[in-house]
């Protein structure tokens, strides 16, 4: 993506992402996931905010804060930068994410749509849809389907 990024620090594993958004709000922790699945294939993307649970005395992320620090486009390149780092490493492995609110599942969709070209230089995209059964199935990315979240593969060379 064409955008700014920020720099991103990560494990040995590839498979866990720090980086700061700076902006009006200050300096805030962001974290991006790549967790295992049921399907050995699959890895699920997780991302938000480094927060310390009180309660567990632990730090979590939090991915339902809206930080409003005026550089999502910056955030959104940031996390796409993972998953070509992650795909990188494992190529086999296909990344799946959502957002945690219908409008951040959209805001996905639009992110990947204005990118779409770019993108598919070095990954399929689809799109995740359920059925009547609940039951989840992948279909190629269209920019106007309604979509319960996303799959990327990297292509192979």
Same mark, same amino acid.
């Given at each position: 993506?064409?955008h700014?990024?920020?720099e991103?620090?990560?494990?040995?594993?590839?498979?866990?992402f720090?980086?700061k958004?700076?902006g009006p709000?200050?300096? +805030?922790?962001? %974290?991006?996931?790549?967790? !295992?699945?049921q399907?050995?294939?699959?890895y699920n993307?997780?991302?938000? #905010?480094?927060?310390y #649970?009180?309660?567990?005395?632990r730090?979590?992320l #939090?991915d339902?804060i809206i930080?409003?620090?005026?550089?999502?486009?910056?955030?959104l390149?940031t %996390?796409?930068?993972? %998953?070509?780092?992650?795909?990188?490493?494992?190529?086999?492995?296909?990344?799946?994410?959502?957002g945690?609110?219908?409008?951040?599942?959209?805001?996905?969709r639009? !992110?990947l749509?204005i990118?779409?070209? $770019?993108?598919? $230089?070095?990954?399929? +995209?689809?799109?995740?849809i359920k059925?009547?059964?609940?039951? %989840?199935?992948?279909?190629?990315f269209k920019?106007?389907?309604?979509?319960?979240?996303?799959i +990327?593969?990297?292509? $192979?060379?």
């Open positions: 993506m064409k700014l990024k920020y991103l620090y990560r494990n040995t594993e590839t498979t866990i720090e980086f958004s700076i709000n200050g300096e +805030i922790t962001k %974290v991006i996931i790549f967790n !295992a699945t399907s050995k294939e699959i993307l997780a991302f938000g #905010d480094l927060i #649970d009180e309660v567990h005395k730090y979590i #939090d339902s930080t409003n620090n005026g550089d999502r486009n910056k955030i390149a %996390v796409a930068s993972s %998953v070509y780092i992650f795909t990188e490493k494992y190529p086999k492995k296909m990344v799946f994410f959502k945690s609110t219908l409008a951040r599942t959209r805001l996905y639009r !992110a749509s990118n779409l070209e $770019e993108l598919s $230089e070095t990954f399929i +995209i689809f799109g995740s059925n009547e059964f609940g039951n %989840v199935n992948s279909v190629p920019s106007n389907g309604d979509f319960f979240g996303f +990327i593969k990297r292509k $192979e060379l």
